[in-house]
């Protein structure tokens, strides 16, 4: 149905600009893990709509299309699903802190209590199994987020499982670990093998057969702005120089 409404769209209002957003990829690396049939059936089938949805265009439109196909992440098995929730109804400090998963990554709130309190609390978790690493406020610059006090969504404290591990939220039962939600998981920071989200372009304005180093997800939007003109101003990425004709 997306790549259908999306040809729609290109053939109906001839946009200069169509995100298409195709879920299954994602969805399927959840339910069965990275690198399994099911995963690379959905990849496969996402690569063929995409080549579908370029066929419906007129020939003169494809020849002066660019094409950007992206990811927001990567994703990493997960055997082992890490409770922090429970660590804390067993300490009965429910009532003073609350831990929300993000799959691979976590987020440690105060609720109540006070600064000592809420760093013991985040230390305990620091330690248990399959916790890779734990940043405070003062380390949040180094990872591109905003300060607590400067958003009220941002968390105390963020937390990064290993590799094989994932965060759940439940917080019932006295196991503070157990069988994972999802097979796989996303969330933990890129500089593991195979958790580097995906990037290509191709068509008008793109460098034929050409490879880039690694680069950041902001600097997507900056260079899709200026194949198609627009400056964007200061912003945190670059534009893709090396990857542009």
């Not at 937390?159 to 994972?180: I, K, L, N, R, W």
Request: glycine share 12%; with cysteine; charged share 20%.
């Amino acid at each position: 149905m997306v790549g259908s409404v999306a040809a729609h769209v290109a053939w109906r209002h001839e946009p200069n600009l169509l995100l298409v957003h195709f879920l299954c990829v994602d969805g399927f690396q959840h339910l069965y893990g990275p690198r399994s049939p099911e995963a690379y059936w959905a990849i496969e089938y996402v690569d063929g709509l995409i080549g579908r949805f370029l066929a419906s265009l007129p020939t003169a439109v494809v020849d002066q299309t660019s094409v950007f196909v992206v990811s927001d992440h990567g994703f990493l098995p997960s055997t082992r699903e890490i409770r922090p929730n429970v660590r804390l109804r067993r300490l009965g400090a429910l009532g003073q802190a609350r831990f929300v998963m993000n799959h691979g990554a976590g987020a440690l709130y105060r609720v109540g209590g006070d600064d000592r309190a809420l760093e013991q609390l985040a230390r305990g978790i620091e330690k248990m199994e399959g916790v890779s690493g734990m940043w405070s406020a003062d380390d949040y610059p180094a990872l591109g987020l905003p300060a607590p006090a400067d958003h009220p969504q941002v968390a105390d404290v963020m937390f990064e499982a290993a590799p094989g591990y994932s965060f759940g939220d439940a917080d019932a039962g006295d196991d503070e670990h157990g069988a994972p939600k999802y097979l796989g998981t996303h969330g933990q920071r890129p500089t593991y093998a195979d958790n580097a989200a995906f990037f290509l372009a191709s068509g008008a304005g793109i460098a034929r057969g050409r490879e880039i180093a690694q680069i950041k997800s902001r600097d997507v939007a900056p260079t899709v702005a200026q194949v198609l003109g627009v400056d964007m101003g200061a912003v945190e990425g670059s534009v893709l120089e090396q990857a542009l004709a």
